[in-house]
């Protein structure tokens, strides 16, 4: 099953993106958000959407966001992205790099067709090449059994504050 799956997403062109990408990059994360979030096409999201550009316009020069690109032809098929942060070195992380994947999508018609999987092996081999070795992410229902086939674990450890606490 690997080799098909590697032989098919060769059919494909995997892109790492660059600032002349932007607003294709921002045209998909609006369409990943309407998606994991079931919002409809008439969704107001200006103010997400000039956040999203600004967002990528930073990231993207400081090298603290790579994002990937999916092409069928001319035809925008996926995306996916991996950001690196840092918080304070610990024992198990003494560099204190982090890195979270997001924005992970493929188009209906184009799943089940190993493009996610290539597109996690491309970012985590963004991590793996800055010798970052703490990698996370948030999974929609449909997405979490790609991570877990990867090996992604599901984290006990972790807490939020609900924004209503704020």
Known sequence: MEDSKRKFHYN???KRAGTEDIELLVKVRLEVLR?????????QMAFVEQQSREYYEEFLQTGTQVAYLVFHEEKIIGAGGISFFR?????????????????MYTTPDYRRKGIAYHMLELLIEEAKNRGIKHISLEATDMGRPLYERY???????EMELPESRL
């Open 87 to 103: 918080v304070m070195p610990t024992w198990h992380n003494p560099t204190g790099w982090k890195a979270y994947i997001m924005n």
């Open 151 to 157: 090996g992604f674990v599901s984290m006990n450890d």
């Open 12 to 14: 494909f062109n995997y």
């Open 35 to 43: 998606a994991a979030n079931h919002l409809s096409d008439d969704t």
